[in-house]
């Protein structure tokens, strides 16, 4: 039988992500738009993107906030170019993102003492071969897997090298250990269901310690560049951007970021994730032909959550179809480079109502497409 009730919100794609609960773009404070990013009204704006981001990520003392350009990409990218070289490097990989990072680090930059541990999709690294002189890369939440790193336990508190993660997916969704890791990116576009183009960029004292002491030997981007005479930019973590940013997504975050602080901080955000994965766990243990790709429960994300199904590809594939077209789950095809499967986002903006109204559509779509 065909369901009757549908989502409200059927946009459950991984990125950009839904608009949070009650977002009206009418109710952004949009003074700021035809002003100079460094008029005092700009910069007031700007540098409220990193403190009360500090602030209600609860970061520890010390800790930097930069809103920098190229979404998540340009950030993992602003701090690959400008740290790494002067240790070793272990990379890890168990998706495409992850991968991405590794050609990056061996192809781009080709760097010299480099360690890949990689792993398949819905698999996860041994986390127990990682050498902490080196520095680390690696992917809190691979969104092309469900795959996320479970905890921070095998982070040494006294590593030599850098951690250099990022936590795109993972941020406001997922307890991070702020004090483990020295390098965190990510996007406005994920889990505050806000816009993309701006990446945030968020160093330790460690990572700036390295800034100042080490000059990377390639030409470095005017887009990158983090200091200056071998100082850091203490304005670039004060919202004195490197270049021009939108000050309608500006305005656009810290609307996301009012609405988290309403809703009762990173505590709740998390929490509303955590039940948005918990309707997918109940249907995926009351159903036999739908599991999750992550195999480890541990490891499954709660945010991109990527399940696949007993049908051939193209039989996926009109699954996926048919839902769009019914109107009640847009974007939840698995991404291009992951095996078959869907992937339903289940970050803070999702509400549970929600998904609990498209479960049914699921079965539905899954029995008529393999009739
Ligand atoms: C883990 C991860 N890294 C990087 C990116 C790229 O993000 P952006 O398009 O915001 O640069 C994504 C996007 O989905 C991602 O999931």
Avoid at 86 to 97: H, K, N, Q, T, Y
Avoid at 190 to 211: C, D, T
């Amino acid at each position: 039988m065909q369901p009757t009730v549908k989502p409200k919100n059927p946009n459950f794609s991984s990125g950009p992500c839904a608009k949070r609960p009650g977002y009206n773009v009418a109710d952004l404070q949009l003074d700021t738009l035809g002003r100079s990013h460094r008029s005092a009204l700009g910069k007031k704006a700007l540098g409220l993107c990193c403190s009360e981001t500090a602030r209600i990520l609860g970061l520890p003392e010390g800790y930097r906030v930069a809103v920098v350009a190229g979404s998540d990409t340009g950030a993992v990218e602003m701090a690959l170019w400008s740290l790494l070289g002067p240790r070793g490097v272990d990379v890890l990989a168990w998706e495409s993102f992850g991968s991405g990072w590794v050609t990056d680090i061996v192809k781009q930059l080709k760097l010299p003492n480099v360690t890949k541990l990689e792993a398949g999709y819905g698999d996860i690294t041994d986390f127990s071969k990682v050498n902490f002189d080196h520095d680390v890369v690696f992917t809190w939440n691979g969104t092309t897997s469900g795959v996320k790193v479970p905890n921070g336990d095998w982070i040494p508190a006294n590593r030599a090298g850098l951690t250099i993660c990022d936590a795109t997916s993972a941020v406001f969704a997922m307890e991070l250990p702020w004090d483990k890791l020295d390098v965190i990116t990510y996007s406005w576009q994920k889990v505050l269901g806000g816009e993309g183009a701006h990446g945030m960029l968020i160093l330790s004292p460690r990572a700036v310690q390295r800034l100042e002491s080490y000059t990377p030997p390639w030409p470095m981007p005017k887009l990158f560049r983090m200091t200056s005479g071998g100082k850091l930019t203490e304005g670039l973590f004060k919202g004195e951007t490197i270049n021009t940013p939108s000050m309608l997504c500006v305005s656009d975050y810290l609307d996301a970021l009012a609405w988290v602080e309403r809703i009762g901080g990173v505590q709740a955000t998390m929490a509303r994730s955590e039940a948005n994965l918990k309707v997918i766990s109940d249907f995926v243990a009351a159903n036999d032909w739908i599991s999750f790709l992550a195999k480890d429960p541990a490891t499954r994300s709660n945010t991109s959550v990527c399940l696949t199904l007993k049908l051939g590809d193209d039989q996926v594939k009109q699954v996926v179809k048919l839902l769009d077209t019914e109107g009640v789950a847009c974007d939840i095809g698995a991404y291009k480079d992951a095996p078959a499967g869907i992937r339903i986002w289940c970050g803070a903006t999702v509400e549970a109502t929600d998904l609990q109204a498209l479960m049914p559509w699921l079965s539905w779509a899954y029995h008529k497409v393999s009739a």
